[in-house]
C-alpha cells in the first residue's frame, strides 16, 4: 500500500494527488450539502465569505506544497494560481451576459456555477495531462504557447471593448436546431418530460437553465485554451498547473456574486490580463537570452499588472452614473446579470 500511495503519477506521488481530491471534494460536499442546500439568492456579502473561506483553503494548501515541495514549487503554484484568477476574471463578463441572455434569476445561478465545476474538474484534467504530454515529448511545444498567449493578448487589447454576440454562437446555435428547448424555465430544473402536444406522450426536453450551463461550460472551455499554456509557460509541472487552476477557479466562482455587481467598475481590466498573457508568453522566448525568470518576478509582474487594472478601472469610473427606471441617475450599482422576474434585458 506504501508503495502505490509513494509512486510517482504525473510528476509527484499518488498520495499528493489524492490529498488534493479530497480536499476538493470535502470543499464541494460542505458547499452544496450545507451552505446551498437549498436554492436561494447570494447577496455580495455571502458571496465575500464564500469566497474567502476558498482562497484560504487554497492559500492553505499553497503553503503546504511550499512546505512539501520547497520554495521553487511554492512560488509556482502561486504564480499559477494568480494568474488563473486573473483570467478567468474575464471569465465573469461572459458568465455574465449568459446568464442575462437567458434571464437566469440570481437564486438559480449557484446551481449553474456548482455543476459546472464538474465539467471543470475533467475538461481541465483532460487540457493540462494533454498539454503535460506535449511538452514532455515536444520542448519545442512551449514556444508554441508563447507565441499563441502573444497574439492572444495582442487581440484582447485589440478587442477589449468587443463583447461577444450570444445569439450568434454556434454552440447555442447547434443546440436549439438538434435538442427540444423549453420556452421557459422549470424551476431549477435542467431537463422535464412534457408532451409535445396536449394529450401526447411525454418527451424529453432541456430548459433554458441547461443550455446556460452547457454556455458556461463552452466558455471555460475557451479561456482554458489561454490560461493552460499560461501557466505552462510558469511550470511544465502537470500537479502545480491542474491544483493551481482548480483552486482558483473555485474561489472565483464563489467571487462571481460579489463581482457580477461590480462589473461596471472593471471597464480596464481586460487591457491589464491583455498584458498579462503579452508578458508571460514573451518570457518563454527570453529564456535564450536572459535565462528563467524566476517564479518571484513572475508573481511580481503579474501582480502589478493585474493590481494596475483594477485601481485604473475603480479610478476612472469613480464617478461614474448607472441609469434609473425613471430615466435619472444613480451613483449605485445595479445587478448586471438578472432581474429576477423572468424577463430578458440587454
Excluded at 515541495?69 to 494568474?83: Q, V
Excluded at 420556452?183 to 435542467?190: D, K, T, V, Y
Excluded at 491583455?274 to 529564456?287: A, H, P
Excluded at 478601472?313 to 429576477?340: F, Q
Amino acid at each position: 500500500m506504501t508503495e502505490i500511495l509513494t509512486t510517482p503519477f504525473l510528476g509527484q506521488a499518488t498520495w499528493l494527488w489524492l490529498v488534493f481530491a479530497a480536499l476538493v471534494v470535502m470543499l464541494l460536499a460542505f458547499d452544496l450539502g450545507v451552505l446551498h442546500r437549498d436554492d436561494h439568492e447570494i447577496g455580495v456579502s455571502e458571496s465575500l465569505w464564500l469566497s474567502a473561506g476558498y482562497v484560504g483553503a487554497a492559500a492553505a494548501f499553497g503553503g503546504w506544497l511550499w512546505w512539501q515541495l520547497g520554495p521553487e514549487s511554492g512560488l509556482e503554484y502561486f504564480t499559477g494560481y494568480l494568474i488563473e484568477k486573473s483570467l478567468s476574471m474575464d471569465n465573469v463578463f461572459v458568465i455574465a451576459m449568459i446568464f442575462s441572455f437567458f434571464a437566469i434569476p440570481r437564486r438559480l445561478q449557484h446551481r449553474v456555477l456548482f455543476w459546472g465545476i464538474l465539467g471543470v474538474l475533467v475538461l481541465r484534467a483532460l487540457l493540462i495531462g494533454l498539454g503535460a504530454a506535449l511538452v514532455s515529448q515536444f520542448a519545442w511545444v512551449l514556444y508554441l504557447f508563447g507565441a499563441f498567449l502573444v497574439i492572444t493578448g495582442i487581440k484582447m487589447l485589440w478587442l477589449a471593448n468587443h463583447p461577444p454576440d450570444l445569439e450568434r454562437n454556434p454552440v447555442l446555435r447547434l443546440m436549439r436546431h438538434m435538442l427540444r428547448v423549453t420556452p421557459e424555465l422549470r424551476g431549477n430544473a435542467f431537463f422535464v418530460r412534457e408532451p409535445l402536444a396536449r394529450g401526447g406522450a411525454p418527451v424529453l426536453w432541456v430548459t433554458p437553465l441547461f443550455l446556460a450551463l452547457c454556455l458556461v461550460e463552452f466558455a471555460d472551455l475557451i479561456f482554458a485554451v489561454d490560461s493552460v499554456p499560461a501557466i505552462f509557460a510558469i511550470t511544465t509541472d502537470p500537479f502545480i498547473v491542474y491544483t493551481s487552476n482548480i483552486f482558483a477557479i473555485l474561489g472565483l466562482r464563489a467571487l462571481y456574486f460579489a463581482l457580477a455587481a461590480m462589473i461596471h467598475r472593471f471597464v480596464y481590466l481586460k487591457y491589464a490580463l491583455g498584458l498579462v498573457l503579452v508578458f508571460i508568453g514573451g518570457k518563454i522566448f527570453l529564456v535564450n537570452i536572459t535565462g528563467k525568470i524566476p517564479p518571484a518576478i513572475s508573481l511580481s509582474v503579474t501582480a502589478g499588472l493585474i493590481a494596475g487594472g483594477v485601481l485604473v478601472s475603480l479610478w476612472k469610473t469613480r464617478s461614474a452614473v448607472l441609469p434609473t427606471a425613471n430615466g435619472g441617475g444613480a451613483r449605485r450599482a445595479r445587478d448586471p446579470v438578472s432581474r429576477g422576474d423572468g424577463k430578458r434585458y440587454r
